[in-house]
């Protein structure tokens, strides 16, 4: 099955029309497999003749049917990843101070740590987020 069935599948088992848009949008996310914003699509020729409000709907709506979510960050512009494959699990992001790239973190080992941290002063912890800043490998060698 190639990344265009596969997102006609998805968007179908939403409920969601097949625009090309939004298969265009999904296929992106499933061939990259990463964090990307808005401005990353935009740099894209497939992608730079869309109108810009339009674009904005179609990743809400594609957020609010759960197939992509935003990731929690302080960047200038919103990153989301997709729901789907290896990113459907609990994980944390860093972002590159100076190119703004975002990475997965594809493993949480802090949670223990927190909900001790918590219990100590009363609470349970029903979830977190942690915001990782760096310089990527390519930043760091200029």
Same mark, same amino acid.
């Given at each position: 099955m190639? %990344?265009?069935e596969?997102? =006609?599948? !998805?968007?179908?088992e $939403?409920? *969601?029309?097949?625009?090309?848009v939004? %298969?265009?949008?999904?296929? =992106?996310? !499933?061939?990259r497999? $990463?964090? *990307?914003?808005i401005?990353?699509?935009?740099?894209?020729?497939?992608?730079?003749?869309?109108?810009?409000?339009?674009?904005?709907?179609?990743?809400t709506?594609l957020e609010?049917s759960?197939?992509?979510?935003a990731i929690?960050?302080?960047s200038?512009f919103?990153?989301?990843?997709?729901?789907?494959?290896?990113?459907?699990?609990?994980?944390?992001h860093?972002?590159?101070?100076?190119?703004?790239?975002?990475?997965?973190l594809?493993?949480c080992?802090?949670?223990?740590q927190?909900a001790k941290?918590?219990?100590?002063?009363?609470?349970?912890?029903?979830g977190?987020?942690?915001?990782?800043?760096?310089?990527?490998?390519?930043?760091?060698?200029?």
């Open positions: 190639n %990344l265009k596969r997102a =006609e599948i !998805l968007l179908k $939403k409920g *969601l029309r097949c625009t090309e939004r %298969l265009l949008i999904l296929e =992106e996310f !499933l061939k497999n $990463k964090p *990307l914003s401005q990353d699509f935009k740099k894209k020729k497939a992608f730079k003749n869309w109108d810009e409000s339009s674009t904005y709907r179609n990743f709506k609010s759960g197939l992509i979510r929690p960050s302080n200038e919103q990153h989301y990843e997709s729901t789907l494959e290896t990113h459907h699990h609990h994980h944390h860093i972002t590159c101070r100076k190119c703004k790239a975002i990475q997965c594809n493993d080992s802090v949670e223990e927190l941290m918590a219990n100590k002063v009363g609470f349970s912890v029903e977190h987020t942690l915001e990782l800043y760096g310089l990527c490998a390519d930043c760091r060698k200029k």
